[in-house]
């Protein structure tokens, strides 16, 4: 499952993408990071520093109809503050998620976005 990472005022966040089967739709998931387990004494400039932690915004993009939008779900028990760049990232990626989501449908190529 690939993500991106972002670091804003000191915080890291991660957008991960995976596909949720049971809802025919790509996931695309906002979490603030966490600390990357140490790999032991050999370390690379590649070493991954931070991974996604657990999702606290989800969206949906279905896949398989255009017709249907996509959606966002909040998944937070506690009041959150997401600043308002990290927000636009997210939503940016959700956006070229889409855009991908329906290139392949026009292609008739549907499940083949990743």
């Known amino acids: 499952m690939p993500w991106e990472l972002r ?6 966040y991660a957008v ?7 809802d025919d739709a790509w996931a ?3 979490s603030e990071a966490v600390p990357a387990p140490a790999m032991g004494a050999e370390k690379s400039d590649a070493e991954v520093t ?3 932690g657990p999702a606290f915004l989800v969206a949906l993009v279905p896949d398989e109809d ?10 937070s028990p506690d009041e959150r503050v997401v600043p308002y760049e990290v927000m636009r990232w997210f ?3 959700v956006a070229n998620q889409v855009k ?12 083949a976005v990743e």
């Open 100 to 111: 991908r989501c329906r290139i392949a449908f026009e292609q008739e190529e549907p499940g």
């Open 28 to 30: 695309v998931e906002l």
């Open 66 to 75: 255009p017709s249907l939008q996509s959606t966002i779900r909040v998944y």
């Open 7 to 12: 670091e804003h005022a000191g915080r890291h």
């Open 91 to 93: 939503m940016e990626q």
């Open 16 to 22: 991960l993408f995976h596909y949720a089967l049971p």
């Open 50 to 52: 931070h991974l996604p």
